[in-house]
């Protein structure tokens, strides 16, 4: 079992920069292929990004890439997702989730534990 934790969600203006962090306990993070996904309010929850137990594959949606960035400290057993030019779309709740797959997912159904989620809601 593994519990996560995000933080670090707020308002922000269109154009600036927030950075989500995502703290593992229970198990070591390092275990787990990492992902990030978010939910804005009617739709249905999306990816975000995804980052290998290693950290050195990284995989993006089309609408966020350039602008997020996923990595992780393993050591702090956390994952974090910079996020930069941060546009009033990108509005949502955004989980971190841990699958016990080797590879980079794009699809909710390969991970097996998820956090509660942490608000971003960008003005404009």
């Known amino acids: 079992q593994v519990q996560l934790v995000e933080s670090g969600g707020g308002l922000v203006q269109a154009g600036g920069s927030l950075r989500l962090s995502c703290a593992a306990s229970?198990?070591?993070?390092?275990?787990?292929?990492m992902g990030w996904f978010r939910q804005a309010p009617g739709k249905e929850r999306d990816f975000v990004a995804a980052?290998?137990?290693?950290?050195?594959?990284?995989y993006y949606a089309d609408s966020v890439k350039g602008r997020f960035s996923i990595s992780r400290d393993n050591a702090k057993n956390t994952v974090y997702l910079q996020m930069n030019s941060l546009k009033p779309e990108d509005t949502a709740a955004y989980y971190c989730?841990?699958?016990?797959?080797?590879?980079?997912?794009?699809?909710?159904?390969?991970?097996?534990?998820w956090g509660q989620g942490t608000q971003v809601t960008v003005s404009s």
């Open positions: 989730a841990a699958s016990n797959r080797e590879y980079v997912s794009r699809y909710q159904n390969a991970y097996n534990y």
């Open positions: 229970g198990r070591t993070v390092s275990d787990y292929t």
């Open positions: 980052i290998s137990w290693s950290g050195g594959r990284t």
